[in-house]
Structures are given as structure tokens and as C-alpha cells.
């Protein structure tokens, strides 16, 4: 049975850093293209950053290029996202994904980030 569990949400002020992780089951992280996305309330939900399934490319949005970098970790089966100077903009429900587009699929719960100014 496929599963994805976020967690490494929280509170944080502007400037601080946070790590989510997303524990996986059912396949490899290793060797498929994941994905975290965001969704602020209001707002469309977006691609923050993605990590091809070969080769370990990495694709991050302008808006936290520079600042977040997603990651894995194969013999825990965990896909990461390490986010520094955290920003009010950053303030959102953050997801990880199997695969890169936004649509149906395997998606975790989400875990909540809060950036406070």
C-alpha cells in the first residue's frame, strides 16, 4: 500500500529554518521523481521544488530558489525539503508528492507551516 507521511511543520519567525520529511511506503523513493508542493489559503496550490527520478536534477520555484533544497534519502525511503530564511510568503500547507504534476496521484496529509513576521 502506498503511503506519504509529512511531518517538521510548525511555527517559526521570519529568518528561521525548518525541515519537512516525508516518509514513504509502498515504492522506492530512489528511483521515482518526487515532489513537494505548497497551498496558502486562497491560493492555487504550487510547485515548490521537484527531484527527477535520475540523476538527482533538481528543479526549484523562483520563489525559494536559493533558499529551499529538497533531497532524499534512500535507505530510509524519505524525501526531504529544507527550508531557510523562512519568509511570511513561505506560511502554508506543504505537501509531498509521488511524481512531479499537479493532479491525481499519490499525495501525502500535508503539514502545516507558519512563518510569523
Known amino acids: 500500500q502506498v503511503q506519504l507521511v509529512e511531518s517538521g511543520g510548525g511555527l517559526v519567525q521570519s529568518g ?28 492555487a496550490r504550487e510547485l515548490v521544488a521537484s527531484i527527477r527520478n535520475t540523476g538527482n536534477i533538481t528543479n526549484y520555484s523562483d520563489s525559494v530558489a536559493g533558499r529551499f533544497t529538497i533531497s532524499r534519502d534512500n ?24 511524481g512531479v504534476t499537479n493532479g491525481p496521484g499519490h499525495w501525502g496529509q500535508g503539514t502545516q507551516v507558519t512563518v510569523s513576521s
Open 75 to 98: 535507505n530510509k525511503n524519505t524525501l526531504y525539503l529544507r527550508m531557510t530564511n523562512l519568509k511570511s510568503d513561505d506560511t502554508a500547507t506543504y505537501y509531498c508528492k509521488r
Open 16 to 43: 528561521e529554518s525548518l525541515t519537512l520529511s516525508c516518509v514513504v511506503s509502498g515504492f522506492d523513493v530512489g528511483i521515482t521523481s518526487m515532489s513537494w508542493y505548497r497551498q496558502a489559503p486562497g491560493k
